[in-house]
């Protein structure tokens, strides 16, 4: 979990998302029929709601140690904050591009006669 302590050890909520994640990808690569094919999906999966997330608070500094409680008045992020909404960015630009490849050999399969 990221919090603003830094990294921590997961919480149920998080192994519940991580194997809803991991079901995706299971259920669309056999959907598919290839590994790799439900993979972007589930680059998405976490990759756009940590980015939606994330963006908001870019501007907020990194929280100290030892720091007061966060209210409406003081707000901070953990440390590392801005690497992670960089790789996030990164995941959506790369899941984008393997949706872009599914799509298209999806088209050149319809395009296809049947034979």
Known sequence: MFTSAGLREPNALVWAGLVSIGLLTAITSRAEGHLFAGLWVSVLAFALPVTLFSLPR??????????????????????????????????????????????????????????
Not at 63 to 68: A, G, K, L, Y
Not at 90 to 113: H, I, K, M, Q, S
């Open 58 to 115: 870019l501007g907020d500094p990194p929280c100290p140690p030892d720091h007061p409680p966060l209210t409406q008045l003081y707000s901070c992020v953990f440390p590392g904050y801005a690497a992670l909404l960089g790789l996030a960015l990164v995941l959506v630009g790369l899941g984008l591009v393997g949706a872009a490849f599914d799509l298209r050999a999806l088209l050149a399969r319809a395009g296809r006669p049947a034979n």
